[in-house]
């Protein structure tokens, strides 16, 4: 990523010089002037980028994402279901300032509020359990929770299991 930026303002950079020593002519400044435009529109999209980046890594908390990024579930209303697939994490503090114990009925979501309590569903099972939302995670695409070791235990599966999840409450 940091090399993208690097070369991103070298670009820009001579993009700039040369825009300058061709003023005289209109077509050749034109069209520098549109490159010159498309690579400083790529040089802050790689900074915001950068920024958000090591914001979530610091603080855990997930920065407003663009549409392009947003993930499909997201664009579901706060209270309605989303599907994907849930995997099993523990140990180690979590992004809410917690110690993520193995027997807690806790999980781990990318934008749904600390303290939110969800019911997640196994689709192949049946079987559902009511956690609460205490970290961020999981950033691994199509995936939509993760769970500790005791909640995928209620739900019967203990590697990766196709989910639907409702949100029940607000923390």
Do not use: W
Request: hydrophobic share 35%; proline share 3%; aromatic share 6%.
């Amino acid at each position: 990523m940091k090399s993208n930026i690097i070369m991103t303002c070298a670009m820009s950079t001579a993009i700039l010089a040369t825009t300058m020593g061709i003023a005289s002519s209109a077509e050749r400044h034109a069209h520098v002037r549109v490159h010159y435009l498309h690579y400083s529109h790529r040089l802050h999209r790689h900074v915001a980028d950068l920024a958000r980046y090591h914001h979530e890594r610091r603080y855990g908390v997930v920065v407003r994402q663009t549409h392009r990024e947003r993930p499909a579930h997201a664009n579901a209303s706060f209270g309605g279901d989303y599907s994907g697939i849930a995997s099993v994490y523990s140990g180690g503090h979590t992004a809410s300032g917690e110690f993520a114990s193995s027997g807690g009925l806790t999980a781990a979501h990318r934008t749904l509020p600390f303290g939110t309590m969800v019911r997640v569903t196994n689709n192949s099972t049946g079987r559902s359990v009511v956690v609460r939302i205490n970290d961020r995670g999981p950033f691994v695409r199509g995936r939509v929770i993760d769970l500790t070791p005791a909640g995928a235990r209620a739900l019967g599966f203990s590697g990766l299991a196709p989910v639907t999840l409702t949100v029940v409450g607000r923390g």
